[in-house]
């Protein structure tokens, strides 16, 4: 059997379990047990496969048959140009998130900042900001132990783990810090709405890093309520919101003495992070 034949068989397979993105993901799948990039397979269809190849290719498109996520089967995500290790301890890293993460780089361009990185998970966000702003440093923290574990070693992936610590703390575990950026992708989705959620997602993706509880909103409170008393005054908090949930989290920020700076918008034109800075 050649390569070309392969795909085929696999992007059916996946075709039959009504994943849209059928061929694409058999090429991914192939080119991850070929460790080669996808364009590389691609003009090298007439080669021949071995049976090991076929076994593990099968392996993987019944995976992927079942809607679990690519990143997961690869154990990888690219985000904000760098592959990050993922698994299924951590959130998927998403490219509206790189939107925040493009925002804060742009503001704080060579400034010396102290950062928190609230629900790290796999550490992207706080990694990503601190390989652009090269004098700061910061903290991940996750009330996930694995999620750490996962975050600190995308930190010596990427050489930042000097600059970036990560650790297993709820939000009232944190105190005598003083930040001067608190970043943070909340869960946000409301708890009624996580069952009409793509298999892909619900299935899973931990369920910790998407329940915002009964209104999407229980998080975001508690980040905003503690970031009132470990942030710097005119320190800046960036969050990450749902669809829709603008106007109630700007209220809560208002009432928190927080101002809001700057909208970022998704590529749909929904406004998905606040920046605000926290006032006298």
Not at 80 to 107: A, C, G, H, Q, Y
Not at 108 to 123: A, P, Q
Request: aromatic share 8%; hydrophobic share 35%; charged share 30%.
């Amino acid at each position: 059997m050649e390569i070309l034949e392969l795909l085929k068989v696999g992007s059916q397979q996946l075709r039959d379990y009504n994943i849209n993105s059928c061929r694409l993901d058999s090429e991914i799948l192939l080119a991850k047990i070929f460790k080669k990039k996808r364009e590389e397979l691609l003009i090298n269809l007439d080669q021949k496969v071995t049976p090991k190849i076929i076994r593990s290719f099968n392996k993987l498109i019944a995976r992927r048959s079942l809607r679990e996520p690519i990143a997961y089967i690869l154990q990888e995500k690219e985000f904000w140009s760098k592959k990050f290790f993922v698994d299924k301890n951590t959130l998927i890293p998403r490219p509206e998130t790189e939107l925040m993460v493009d925002k804060v780089v742009n503001i704080f361009k060579d400034k010396k900042l102290y950062i928190l990185d609230i629900g790290t998970g796999s550490g992207c966000i706080l990694l990503s900001i601190l390989s652009e702003l090269k004098n700061s440093r910061g903290i991940g923290v996750d009330i996930s132990k694995k999620a750490t574990q996962i975050a600190v070693k995308n930190s010596i992936k990427h050489k930042l783990s000097q600059r970036a610590k990560f650790y297993k703390k709820s939000l009232t575990q944190i105190s005598n810090y003083k930040f001067d950026l608190i970043v943070s992708n909340p869960p946000y989705i409301n708890r009624k709405d996580i069952k009409n959620l793509d298999d892909d997602i619900k299935k899973f993706e931990p369920k910790l890093a998407l329940d915002g509880g009964n209104d999407g909103l229980d998080v975001i409170k508690k980040v905003i309520y503690k970031s009132r008393s470990i942030l710097k005054i005119k320190g800046m908090l960036a969050l990450e919101i749902g669809n829709e949930q603008f106007k109630k989290v700007s209220k809560i920020l208002r009432r928190n003495k927080f101002k809001t700076k700057y909208l970022v918008k998704d590529y749909q034109e929904n406004i998905r992070c606040i920046l605000s800075t926290l006032e006298n």
